[in-house]
């Protein structure tokens, strides 16, 4: 369906398809050669082919993951500050 979609768009549709594309790779951070591999298929094979060699990615899951990692983060962080606020109430003494 996307494929004869794509195939019968004008170029300047098509065009429009890949600022979008970019954009939204741009956005997820996927590396600068990546995006234009990927974007590059778009003229070639087509719409039909455009994330067959992307690797797969599940943001909700990385979102619970950056959470936790964040978590455990912020309380070494603070355990950090006690210990250094504890050696120095000892080296005062």
């Known amino acids: 369906m996307v494929e004869s979609i794509y195939g019968n768009a004008p170029d300047e ?3 429009i398809y890949k ?3 970019w954009s939204l790779l741009m956005k997820l951070k996927v590396p600068n050669e990546e995006t234009s591999n990927i974007i590059g298929e778009i003229g070639g094979r087509g719409m039909g082919y455009l994330f067959e060699n992307m690797d797969e990615m599940d943001i909700q899951a990385e979102r619970r993951n950056t959470a936790r990692e964040k ?3 912020d ?3 603070e355990e950090v500050k006690r210990l250094r606020k504890l050696l120095e109430i000892q080296g005062q003494k």
Do not use: C, N, Q, S
């Open 13 to 15: 549709i098509k065009e």
């Open 19 to 21: 600022k979008i594309l």
């Open 71 to 73: 978590k455990r983060a």
């Open 75 to 77: 309380a070494l962080e």
